[in-house]
């Protein structure tokens, strides 16, 4: 029986991070102009890499914040702010891709691949910030 016994705090990380998953979620397609999820499901390969790396981006601290977290709290504090700069990311890359949503929702792929590596970079800095 012993080698279950971290299930419960399994269970419990588990659920956090997809609860924070999906509130990551909500809060980038309520803050992005264009419309992601209908996009992809019309076949758009830009919107799909934009939301790819984003939610990678995304992931990769949140795996941190589970990693290193001290407490169930701690780990909620910091997939908090995981969410937080990935939604900067999004913004501070804006003023850098002209007409950014437009682009995406017309399928141009080289400023979503740009958005989705930037996510992916600032997720790894933010992951390798939370080793403290």
Not at 31 to 57: D, F, K, P, Y
Not at 62 to 87: F, K, M, N, P
């Amino acid at each position: 029986m012993t080698t279950i016994s971290g299930l419960p705090a399994f269970l419990a990380y588990f659920a956090v991070s997809l609860g924070l998953t999906a509130l990551y979620l909500v809060t980038y397609l309520t803050a992005t102009a264009h419309r992601e999820i209908a996009l992809v499901r019309e076949g758009n390969l830009a919107a799909s890499l934009a939301l790819g790396g984003s939610l990678l981006g995304y992931s990769i601290p949140l795996s941190a914040a589970v990693r290193y977290a001290g407490s169930l709290i701690d780990c909620i504090v910091w997939g908090l702010v995981a969410l937080v700069v990935q939604v900067a990311i999004y913004w501070m890359m804006r003023p850098l891709l002209p007409n950014l949503s437009r682009r995406i929702d017309e399928g141009e792929t080289a400023p979503a691949v740009l958005l989705g590596a930037a996510s992916l970079a600032g997720g790894l800095v933010n992951a390798a910030c939370m080793s403290y």
